[in-house]
């Protein structure tokens, strides 16, 4: 990973869902409360290139992570993030509440609206309007900065093996494997292993 | 609070947000069973010792739990312990059912080093020998880099043995996923849409590759057992694409060598139509076809209910060449070694067909047609398999490829 922040054992990977990125990220960080793991570094100019992210933005399995300030552009020196579709919530798993919203971008190359679209993907996390958690009014009081201020994003090249997940692994079972488990008595044929 | 990135703490496992335990194999095996077999204390407890014949697979989920992050597979230790003395069968059974290996084992490899062995397993319920398969799998490592004998791997740890087949191993659980990614699963971003339609069409596709099997089986008496079970083979549409890349490595000596059957390369290539000559067209377009063909009908059940209906679907795949790829598949699973068959040379015989006229396609297309309709007499045991070769005189199917078969 090449952070020196966190020390786990390896095999670890910085893999979030939605729910934890708007949860223990996005949020925390909207509430100017320190994030943990302190990992996902704060990029004020947005948006970026795609490949200027290296380097400046936490990464983990081929994927970048930032926060930044919503900006109402985003269009950058050669191009331009585009929605690939409507804006999505993100809910939690145990209560099924609404805690922010996802949306999709592409990154083109070239002008709008006539930009060439390429292999990068950014994920766009926002906090619903109002505050996340719908904390009680007492707390109202520090909430003054816009939780809608900040995002917090993920961006991705497409084309990249999926890879590092399940560590080579998979978790299918390979056709042959299906194909053997069909014949009877596999534990009676001597194969080599 | 502390610094907090460590695992324990007070002997419960804290594990950041966002972190998941996704370990490669490298690591599996290089790091974590490495030091497991060494008798070196592993820092942190991540994986634990499980006792495999006392656990069922959905105990697991709870013994190996890390952190408080939803997982979806699971890691633990386990010491493989032989049935019997003599044996060569690892005893795996639990109260509910056990543990069934799969074919080979494959290579784990670091670089280009080989540094272990894993073994794929699947769980069934019940006993042995009627067990019902589920969605269980686990993979098993174990050390093993060839040439350096285990002692030097076990070093001076008093419970490591010699034999390969004994000692420790780490595991991996999981559930077979079977059609669609989720959508918000950490790995699979939202981008992903039109994969998940894929999959989902090849789910739903491949029941009908089901049923083309299944009545495929039923007429070829010493295979229907085989190719009933073989159903579940397709069961994962998505997985199918890899069967034929696999299989000429692996099942080419167990099963018939068939030619390629050469219509990616136009009809008239006879040069290609050898025993060891192998392509393989992708599944994708079987499934997708199938489901956007207006000609093809299924019940509610997504079953096909006759020949025409058959006929139709297999006669809707024409233009995309799947066929071919359909035949191909039939062909692997007709575990026969009598039945030597091989494509005779495309010659001017016409099989009368009686559909062909819903099969007559532009020129370039007509040899194809040929050629599934010779195939589709190769596979079909029965002469009037079909019931659409109504036409078809004996005498012509003697000096066809029939001939060839020896059922």
New interface residues.
């Given amino acids: 990973m090449g952070d020196n922040k966190v020390n786990l054992p390896p095999g670890f990977r910085f893999y979030p869902t939605d729910e934890e990125l708007v949860v223990h990220f996005l949020h925390r960080k909207a509430s100017l409360l320190p994030c943990h793991p302190d990992v996902i570094p704060d990029l004020e100019l947005y948006p970026y290139e795609p490949w200027e992210l290296q380097g400046k933005a936490w990464c983990e399995g081929s994927k970048w992570y930032f926060y930044s300030r919503k900006a109402s552009s985003r269009t950058t020196r050669s191009g331009y993030w585009h929605p690939v579709r409507p804006e999505e919530p993100v809910f939690t798993s145990s209560s099924c509440r609404e805690v922010g919203f996802k949306q999709c971008y592409a990154f083109h190359s070239g002008e709008s609206p006539h930009g060439i679209r390429m292999s990068w993907i950014m994920h766009e996390y926002r906090l619903p309007v109002g505050g996340a958690s719908g904390r009680s009014p007492r707390r109202k009081g520090l909430m003054k900065i816009d939780p809608t201020t900040w995002v917090l994003c993920r961006v991705y090249d497409s084309e990249d093996e999926d890879g590092g997940g399940g560590g080579g692994g998979g978790v299918e079972l390979s056709c042959l494997d299906e194909v053997f488990l069909s014949l009877d008595d596999m534990d009676e044929i001597s194969l080599p292993n | 609070m502390s610094?907090?990135?460590?695992?324990s703490i007070n002997g419960q496992s804290q594990?950041?947000?966002?972190?998941?335990?996704?370990?490669?194999?490298?690591?599996?095996l290089h790091?974590?069973l490495r030091k497991k077999v060494a008798c070196e204390k592993i820092?942190?407890d991540?994986i634990r010792e499980v006792d495999l014949n006392k656990l069922e697979p959905w105990d697991i989920q709870e013994m190996c739990r890390i952190g408080s992050?939803?997982q979806?597979?699971w890691y633990f230790f386990s010491h493989k312990d032989r049935k019997y003395p003599t044996g060569?069968?690892m005893n795996r059974a639990t109260t509910a059912g056990f543990w069934?290996?799969?074919?080979?084992?494959k290579i784990i490899r670091s670089g280009s080093r080989r540094i272990g062995?894993?073994?794929?397993l699947?769980f069934y319920k019940g006993r042995?020998?009627h067990g019902q398969?589920s969605d269980w799998?686990m993979?098993e490592y174990r050390l093993d880099d060839g040439a350096a004998s285990n002692n030097e791997i076990i070093g001076v740890c008093p419970a490591g043995d010699a034999m390969?087949?004994e000692g420790w191993v780490v595991c991996?659980v999981?559930k077979?996923?079977n059609y669609v990614k989720t959508l918000?699963?950490?790995?699979?971003?939202?981008?992903s849409?039109a994969e998940a339609r894929l999959h989902s069409l090849s789910g739903g596709n491949s029941a009908i590759l089901n049923q083309i099997l299944s009545y495929m089986g039923r007429t070829c008496e010493s295979k229907s057992d085989?190719l009933d079970?073989?159903n579940?083979?397709v069961s994962?549409g998505?997985?199918?694409?890899?069967?034929s890349y696999?299989?000429k490595d692996?099942?080419s000596s167990r099963f018939t060598h068939l030619p390629r059957l050469g219509s990616s390369l136009g009809p008239n290539d006879h040069s290609n139509i050898k025993p060891s000559c192998y392509q393989y067209q992708p599944f994708d377009d079987v499934f997708l076809r199938a489901d956007e063909s207006p000609a093809f009908q299924v019940n509610q059940h997504g079953m096909i209910r006759d020949w025409a209906t058959l006929d139709r679907l297999v006669a809707s795949q024409l233009n995309g060449q799947a066929e071919v790829s359909l035949q191909k598949q039939q062909s692997y699973f007709v575990d026969d070694p009598s039945m030597s068959t091989s494509l005779p040379p495309h010659d001017d015989e016409k099989v009368p067909f009686p559909s062909q006229k819903r099969l007559t396609r532009p020129e370039s297309h007509h040899d194809r047609d040929h050629d599934h309709q010779q195939n589709l007499h190769m596979y079909g045991c029965d002469n009037d398999f079909w019931g659409i070769t109504t036409s078809t005189s004996p005498s012509s199917l003697s000096d066809g490829p029939l001939r060839y078969l020896s059922a």
């Fill in positions: 610094r907090g990135m460590n695992l594990v950041p947000p966002g972190f998941r335990f996704h370990p490669t194999e490298e690591e599996l790091y974590y820092d942190l991540v992050t939803p979806t597979d060569t069968r069934k290996a799969t074919g080979r084992d062995l894993r073994k794929t699947v042995a020998p398969k799998i993979h390969s087949e991996r999981f077979k996923k918000d699963s950490p790995q699979s971003p939202s981008g849409l085989l079970k073989l579940v083979v994962d998505a997985n199918l694409n890899k069967l696999q299989t692996n099942l």
